[in-house]
């Protein structure tokens, strides 16, 4: 069951999947506390690190108890995307002051956002599998990191072609895949394609973790036992739920996974305030931490007011009552 990457080894593959504007520190901080052993930045423009853009800096920051963490890179140039690797592994870029080196570079082949598409990067390189070669064998060669590449099971219905892509990364080099078992034409939406995620595991030799549509750990079994996938990667299954990881992990160990109290769910809902404005400080955590406090309390009685008042909450003592308030409710 377990992964070896290079000196990493991940003992049970329940990943955190990258997601810009939400897995930042203080999120993978609490997915990490329950559970979620291999977390992943945000994706990061490797043409921004390439200018040495300080904002950039920022989200590509990693903090000393993040190991083991992957970054994501996202790009469409080999070149560029290397030189950005190379200068995270010798901590060469002006600004960057991560405490630790990332244990994988991955390469974003599955952002379906027309901005990022139009510009041939994100899920617009499984449309050529050459490019995808170039890119895995160029970030290889800048660096020691492993590289490991996040793709979707194809452009549109009649493109899967995700067996042949990750089957070009892995003769460039990549050391695993993740497959989001949806084309770049359903954006997020339902089925997720658990075909293709079986084909890409019969079609290469390197780790294949599956992706989409986990949300309990029924959907993570029910993903391996039909991919042979040799892990899953969790995205919006944990938002306002990081206990996920930890859920997913006893049932794969034959246990019976613990479902929080609500009482517990706001405990990790005010954890995860408090390490938004320890890490951002006010007013962007306070920004930030509406749309996580609004997952949190999802299906709990007063949900709906709640949502209403924090929207309106101006400062963080407000935001602590409001908590309370929603606590009181339910319990
Ligand atoms: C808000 C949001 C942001 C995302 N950002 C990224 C990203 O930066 N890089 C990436 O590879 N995938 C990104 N994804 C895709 C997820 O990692 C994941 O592949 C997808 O949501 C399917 O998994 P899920 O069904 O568990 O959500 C994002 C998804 C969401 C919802």
Redesign the pocket.
Known sequence: MAIVLKDTVIKYPVFL??????SDYPFRSLCRLHGAFFTCT??ISARAIQYGDIKTALLAKLYPDEKPIAM?LFGSEPDILAKAAYKIASCSYRGYESAILPAAIDI?M??PVKKVVNNGEGSALMRDPDIIYKIVKAVCSASDIPVTV?MRAGWDASHLNAPECALAAESAGAALVCV?G?TREQM?SPP?NLDIIKAVKKAVKIPVIG????YDPDDAVKMMRETSCDGV?????ARGNPRIFAQIIAKMKGETPYYPTAGEILDDAVRHLCLLIENKGEPSALQEARGHLIWYVKGMRGASLFREEINRARDKQRFFDLIEKIREENT
């Open positions: 999947s990258p997601m810009a504007g939400v945000e994706m994501q974003n599955g952002c996040k989001h949806r997020y997720v992706n989409g549509g986990i990667a969790i995205a919006r299954g």
